[in-house]
């Protein structure tokens, strides 16, 4: 489950709008090693749907989000 | 959920309808589908669809009000640019509604401040070019202009140029967050009552469409039910015209181009049928811009789309869900736009300089004309799918 997750790294892109969001997350992972997790923070409703084909294509596994007030956390697995 | 189960079978129906509509994800190739068979019902009705020119006429409204022009501009109620955008607006809004999706949404000040100037970029691009990425590239490529060719190459250089502006502003000057979207307690469940005012305003649409044909202009309710439409198709597909320019240097993904290629040949077909019959003026939508102005106006517009995060229709459909960046975008996109429209108007040397018409089926007959664009269309589609599995076009930060 999504609750038992500890990410490596958390980035907070709330009030950010697309494709704040999704670049910020490029750039986070360049920087990050194989098999780690980051945590992503977004209020903008397109990252639900924009952060599962940003990690698809990456070849990263997308593992799952959780609703939050006012926000939504992502997590990600780095390839 | 006990509730569910024993409410009638036609209720169960209705209720599993609105959630696929509005809770179950669209897929992108649909939005395209959709959005290209609207295009035709659009200029089967009245007109070809169009966003900037709504813009521009709330801009132009704004100027004479407070005394800037001389000339009122035909009143926002009658206009049809007017019209569709309002539609737009109206339908994002009432989608966002009825998917529990609207909120106004703040955003750091640099953010915001992209937001204003994306909004100028854009407007500026639009009046050059005759029409944003919907008039000057989607539409003007539909009625087999010349100039939406150009548009869409300079939307592709700009788009390159805004992502690289973004590159450069993420390692000089990292956005910070603004926190929270919702902050405070909330007395009452704001989220709940959400589906009720959208189905409301939905409803409200219809009621103006009948009000409008009661006074003899069934057209213009018609075209403001075809922008409710557009609203509601392109709120829930996400559909974003940049993301088709964007996303192959961004991130590599090839989605929204195919589904723009898919749109507009079947657009493409449509208004084809409507010109070569007859049925409407072979030189509607035909903007006067070919090349200069589609080229150069395509180029500030695109950047303008990066930098805002919205292009002419998604600009419109995020203002409509809440966002306060989008909302300046708007705001801005429809003051400039308008300015710098009546610029142009005002210059015999600069409307030269912005171009011709060109009907490119004067030049290369209606077959030609065809088949050159749904190849131009096709070499597009199958680009972006190559540049998926390579990544030769994509941009490292």
Known sequence: MVDDITPDETLDCRGLSCPMPILKTKKAIGKMKSGQILEVLSSDPGTKNDLPAFAKKGGHEFLGLKEEQGFTRLYLKVK | MNEEKQQSAPVQILSRGYEKVFFENWPMWLGGLLIGVMSIITFAWARPWGVAGGLRNWGDWFFATIGIYSHKPLSPWISTNSVLTLGLLWGAFSSALMSKQFALRPAPGLELLKGII???LMGTGAAMAGGCNVGGFYSAMSALSASGIAMMIGLIMGAYIGLRYLYWELEHFPPGAAGGGEKGEKSFDWLRVQPYIGALALLGAIVFAW???????TRVGVLLLC????????????????????????????????????????SILGFAALKWTGLRGEQVYVPQAFWFGALVGGIIFGIGMVIAGGCGSGSVWRAGEGQIKLILAVIFFSLSTS????????????????????????FLSYKWTLILLIALLLVYYLLATWNEDTDKFTVEI
């Open chain 2, 118 to 120: 994306g909004g100028i």
């Open chain 2, 227 to 266: 922008g409710v439409a557009f609203g509601i198709i392109i709120q829930r597909t996400r559909f974003c015209f940049v993301r088709g320019f964007r996303d192959p240097f961004m991130t590599g993904e090839g989605e929204v181009p195919r589904a723009i290629a898919i749109s507009l040949i079947v």
């Open chain 2, 339 to 362: 300015l710098v429209k009546a610029g142009i108007k005002g210059s015999e040397a600069l409307s030269k300089l912005m171009g011709h018409r060109v009907f490119l089926p004067d």
């Open chain 2, 211 to 217: 009000a409008y044909s009661n006074m003899a202009l």
